[in-house]
């Protein structure tokens, strides 16, 4: 038996740009770069931006008219526009490469292993930044970010529960408020703190009393995030779990909290990066030590953002520097909690 | 006769039906409730804490601590304080560094959105949209030192550009040539902190445009940017006010990236270009470390005065979020 052979024809995608059509935006394109170029040099306009500046708006003009000529004026009204967008969404992406890319950059030199070993109780922020190191302001953050999970994980878990599963009479008004808080500047949070315990209790500044404010912040972020995971379990499971003769708080915690594990976790994640780097609230409440202190209760800790702020309104080249490996450790921190946070999200979308 | 009584000791006695919760389900109930409402209670008692201990600071200046354009005190020879504390010039350097963060933030947000939502194909729009997630998780200091050891530089010869060529508007006028930690960079830092939050609500509300009307409107024959103009635009405007106003609370309340990249002086200042102003919550950082029992008093009502500044611009933003959201359903 011979088979014939069929030809399966290529998948054609009639929607897609011919060459021939590419063509003459490319040469608009090199074309309309090159005037640039010709203007940079023979002109007073110098620099990067010029090129930025410039390039826009001719390439853009350039484009529209050869559109308006070959298609007319609607379409290329339709090509100024998509290359508007375009440009916005360069501009917006140049600041969170250019930040990455900074923190890297300036903060790599300052890196060594003595940095994590060594604390600032016998070196000054002015010193070489050999000596000193910033593990008073590391073991610091830990303890910030444990104990301001400790409080704001259950307390936002909870709320979201309050209005996901009892949607009770206040739930509007309660999501209301959960959405003000979390616009709460973080000055307020820490002045808030300091105004109701430190001046009001026989606390002092400590750690504890930092991650109260911290907390502050914390709490609506795991609200809100928790609330939308938990939203996305179906009903059925709810129902399900009441038609076999569960109460409700067993509904709860043996199938709707566990069926939105993952996304409960990535919800307390988030929570974690938002205040990890948290400045203003620590002015008020930490005190900011040099030395390695283990009490979060008693005495004055320091924490990684105290330390960058510290080292930053110093002034010296030293100083700085030691800011920037402070704010590189700080980065590393929150890009591998975020990675973590979607790494676990993701898989939670893959089981359903 | 015997064989009923014998069924009926078999037959248990019917459960009673009720709907009244069991006891641990109150208890459930009752735990996440008060906890519900804590979010209530929180908000409550930093009103009522930040009011009550600037209380002294508002009888004593009275109206003049909003109004007021000076922060001082002394104690004169008799041994009496002397004091005139106002945060008005705090509160003119706030409207105007969030107007530049707004002016500039919102029109690129929204193209960005835009991008995000219609045009990007899927995989670079994942890659874009785990960017601006991570650029809203980065810590106000980072802007700040990023703003000041990086975007200055640039941002001060733009600074001077607009000057040269726009001097007759009188906010881009200069009082001494001194464009270094102006209003104007601490704007463009802030801005590129809010992004990221006018661009998600936007791209969220966008995203939540009524497919039919889209494929309406491409039946009639519109192009892409006829859709946006005609159908995505009108429908997400009101998400896109709100999300500004998200963004804008966020950029009253910032204190250290302002602190960092602003020269704060207390002077009212409408002068963007010039380099010196500050905001209330800068302010209050500014003056925390030496301040006396008195002024400490102070500053906590002008952070009570932020708090209900941020409160009403967050109430607003939600009120108009909400609204456009429910809209389209």
Request: glycine share 8%; net charge positive; hydrophobic share 50%.
């Amino acid at each position: 038996m011979s088979t014939t052979k069929t030809q399966i024809p290529a998948p054609s995608r009639p929607w897609q740009k011919t060459p021939r059509e590419v063509m003459p935006t490319a040469v608009i394109l090199l074309v309309s770069l090159l005037v640039v170029a010709a203007i940079v040099e023979f002109t007073e306009l110098k620099g990067k931006l010029a090129y930025f500046l410039l390039f826009l708006p001719i390439g853009t003009v350039a484009q529209f008219f050869w559109a308006r000529y070959k298609y007319g004026t609607k379409a290329a009204k339709d090509v100024i526009a998509s290359s508007i967008m375009m440009t916005g969404a360069i501009a917006v992406f140049i600041p969170v490469i250019s930040i990455v890319l900074t923190t890297f950059v300036k903060g790599l030199p300052g890196i060594s292993p003595s940095l994590f070993t060594n604390d600032m109780g016998e070196a000054s922020f002015i010193d070489p930044v050999e000596m000193g190191g910033l593990l008073h302001a590391i073991v610091g953050t830990l303890f910030l970010i444990l104990i301001s999970v400790l409080i704001s994980v259950p307390m936002g878990m909870l709320t979201a529960l309050y209005l996901t599963e009892i949607r009770g009479p206040g739930s509007r008004f309660i999501q209301f408020m959960v959405q003000a808080m979390s616009g709460v500047p973080s000055v307020v949070a820490g002045l808030f703190i300091f105004s109701a315990v430190i001046l009001t209790t026989p606390l002092d500044t400590s750690g504890f009393v930092a991650s109260l404010a911290l907390s502050i912040l914390m709490i609506p972020t795991v609200t809100r995030a928790s609330q939308e995971v938990l939203l996305l379990i179906p009903n059925d499971l709810r129902e399900a779990g009441l038609a076999m003769g569960a109460t409700q708080w067993r509904t709860v915690a043996m199938i709707v909290v566990p069926a939105a594990k993952s996304g409960l976790i990535t919800a307390s994640i988030l929570g974690v990066a938002r205040i990890a780097g948290e400045t203003a609230p620590l002015i008020f409440t930490l005190g900011g030590a040099d030395k390695l202190n283990t009490n979060p209760v008693y005495g004055i800790q320091s924490a990684l953002p105290f330390y960058i702020w510290t080292g930053f309104r110093l002034g010296t080249p030293e100083s700085v520097q030691r800011s920037w490996s402070g704010i590189l450790v700080l980065l590393v921190i929150v890009l591998v909690l975020f990675t973590i946070a979607r790494l676990v999200g993701s898989n939670s979308k893959g089981a359903k | 006769m015997t064989l009923l009584e014998n069924r009926s000791a078999d037959i248990p006695a019917p459960r009673e039906i009720t709907t009244k919760p069991r006891f641990s389900d109150r208890v459930f109930r009752t735990i996440v409730t008060s906890v519900g409402a804590l979010s209530v209670t929180i908000l409550t008692l930093i009103g009522l804490f930040l009011a009550l201990r600037g209380f002294a600071t508002f009888r004593e200046e009275g109206l003049g601590f909003i109004t007021g354009f000076e922060w001082q005190q002394y104690t004169d020879d008799g041994g009496n304080r002397v004091s005139n504390l106002g945060i008005g010039a705090m509160l003119i350097g706030t409207i105007l560094v969030s107007i530049v963060a707004l002016v500039v933030a919102v029109p690129l947000s929204v193209f960005c959105a835009l991008y995000l939502t219609f045009y990007a194909p899927t995989k670079i729009k994942s890659i874009l949209v785990t960017l601006i997630d991570l650029m809203a998780s980065f810590p106000s200091i980072l802007f700040g030192m990023w703003g000041y050891f990086v975007l200055m530089p640039s941002a001060e010869y733009w600074a001077k550009l607009l000057n040269k060529y726009l001097a007759w508007i009188p906010v881009f006028d200069v009082k001494a040539p001194l464009f270094e930690r102006s209003p104007f960079i601490a704007g463009l830092v802030l801005a590129t902190m809010i992004i990221p939050i006018i661009t998600s609500v936007s791209r969220e509300v966008f995203s939540q445009t009524p497919l039919d009307r889209i494929q309406a409107a491409y039946a009639l024959g519109a192009n892409k940017w006829s859709v946006i103009k005609t159908v995505v635009l009108p429908f997400g405007a009101n998400g896109v006010v709100g999300g500004s106003m998200l963004g804008l609370g966020r950029a009253l309340g910032e204190t250290v990236a302002v602190y960092t990249v602003l020269n704060i002086v207390y002077a009212p200042n409408f002068q963007v270009l010039f380099g010196a102003g500050g905001n209330v919550a800068s302010h209050i950082i500014s003056y925390w470390s030496d301040a006396t029992e008195y002024e400490t008093g102070a500053l906590l009502g002008a952070g009570f005065v932020l708090f209900l500044m941020t409160l009403i611009v967050n109430f607003s933003a939600d009120f108009i979020v909400n609204r456009a959201v429910t809209k389209g359903k």
